[in-house]
C-alpha cells in the first residue's frame, strides 16, 4: 500500500525558514517523480515544485522560485522541500504527491496519483 | 501560464442524479488532464487522468472525456459519498495549474 506522510509544518515568522519531509512506503521511491502542491485556507489547489526520480530534474511555481529548494533522498525514502523568506502569502497546507512516471520533460508535465495528507504551514507575526 | 476554469462553481444534486462539470482551458492541452476529488478536511484523491482513463480502484461511475480545451467529468449516479469538491488539473506544460473547483452539494 502507497502511503505518504509529511511531517514539518508549523509556525513561523515572516521572513524565517522551514523544511518539510514527505516519508514514503509501499513502492519503489527512486523509480516515481514527487511534487508538492499546496492549498491556502479555504482555496483551491496550487503546485509547487516536483522532482524527477533521480533529483536530476526539478521545475517550480515562479511564486516559489528562489525561495524554495525541493530534494530528495533516495536511500531514506523522503521527499523534502526546503523552505526560504517564507512570507502570509505561503500560509497553506502541503501535500507531498506521487506520480506514475520517473522522469521529468518541459512537456507534458506529472500528474499524480497518490497523495499524502498534508502539514499546515502557518507564517504569521 | 494555462488557465483551468470550472463551471459551475457549485451545484446541488440528489443521489441517484447523473452530473456533470465542465473544465475549459485556456489553450490546447491536448488529453493532458486530470481530475480529483476532495472531501473537506481530507487529501485529494485522483480519480482520473490523460482526460478519460481511470485511476486504479475508481469506480466506473466516474467518466471523463474531452480533449484540447473542453474537458467533462461525469457522476453517473451520485451516491452519499461522492458530495464533494472536485478539481480539475492540467499537466500539458509547466506550470501545472488547477481548476478553481466545482462543490458539489446535497440538494
Known amino acids: 500500500e502507497v502511503q505518504l506522510v509529511e511531517s514539518g509544518g508549523g509556525l513561523v515568522q515572516p521572513g524565517g525558514s522551514l523544511r518539510l519531509s514527505c516519508a514514503a512506503s509501499?513502492?519503489?521511491?527512486?523509480?516515481?517523480?514527487m511534487s508538492w502542491v499546496r492549498q491556502a485556507p479555504g482555496k483551491g489547489l496550487e503546485w509547487v515544485s516536483a522532482i524527477s526520480g533521480s533529483g536530476g530534474s526539478t521545475y517550480y511555481a515562479d511564486s516559489v522560485k528562489g525561495r524554495f529548494t525541493i530534494s530528495r533522498d533516495n536511500s531514506k525514502n523522503t521527499l523534502y522541500l526546503q523552505m526560504n523568506s517564507l512570507r502570509a502569502e505561503d500560509t497553506a497546507v502541503y501535500y507531498c504527491?506521487?506520480?506514475?512516471?520517473?522522469?521529468?520533460?518541459?512537456?507534458?508535465?506529472?500528474?499524480?496519483?497518490?497523495w499524502g495528507q498534508g502539514t499546515l504551514v502557518t507564517v504569521s507575526s | 501560464d494555462i488557465q483551468m476554469t470550472q463551471s459551475p462553481s457549485s451545484l446541488s444534486a440528489s443521489v441517484g442524479d447523473r452530473v456533470t462539470i465542465t473544465c475549459r482551458a485556456s489553450?490546447?492541452?491536448?488529453?493532458?488532464l486530470a481530475w480529483f476529488q476532495q472531501k473537506p478536511g481530507k487529501a485529494p484523491k485522483s480519480l482520473i487522468y490523460?482526460?478519460?482513463s481511470l485511476q486504479s480502484g475508481v469506480p466506473s461511475k466516474f467518466s471523463g472525456s474531452g480533449s484540447g480545451t473542453d474537458f467533462t467529468l461525469t457522476i453517473s449516479s451520485l451516491q452519499p459519498e461522492d458530495f464533494a469538491t472536485y478539481y480539475c488539473?492540467?499537466?500539458?506544460?509547466?506550470?501545472?495549474?488547477f481548476g478553481g473547483g466545482t462543490k458539489v452539494e446535497i440538494k
Open positions: 488539473q492540467q499537466y500539458n506544460s509547466y506550470p501545472i495549474t
Open positions: 504527491a506521487k506520480s506514475p512516471i520517473q522522469w521529468l520533460v518541459p512537456s507534458p508535465g506529472p500528474y499524480f496519483d497518490y
Open positions: 509501499g513502492f519503489t521511491f527512486s523509480s516515481y517523480a
Open positions: 489553450q490546447g492541452i491536448s488529453n493532458y
Open positions: 490523460a482526460a478519460s
